[in-house]
């Protein structure tokens, strides 16, 4: 995973799999795990589970297919992102702010929006 982008593509991927996961298989999630959570290459994993690396590379593409479609249909991630956004604004506003009551009331519903984006 050198190429450029490889960091961007290893931390969109991770955070598709912390939403789609359960709606995997459990090949897909196994492999998904031992290559983009694990770091193993692709010729490790082969070892692992005996079958070849082209195996094991058609099974993430279609995997990371997979998760993306989840994504363009239900858009989670999307969200998840519009929402850190918002809450990120949020607290550049408090920092701006003047009035105690009206503050203490925005970080009361900022530690709400943060709980309700946190991945379980």
Known sequence: MSEPGALEKTTRINLLFDFYESLLTDKQRTFLKYYFHDDYSLGEIAAEF???????????????????????KLGLVARHEKLILLIDRLDEALEAGQDEAALSELRGIARGLRHAVEIE
């Open 50 to 72: 005996e079958i070849s690396r082209q195996a094991i590379y058609e099974h993430i593409k279609r995997a990371q297919a997979v998760l993306e479609t989840y994504e363009q």
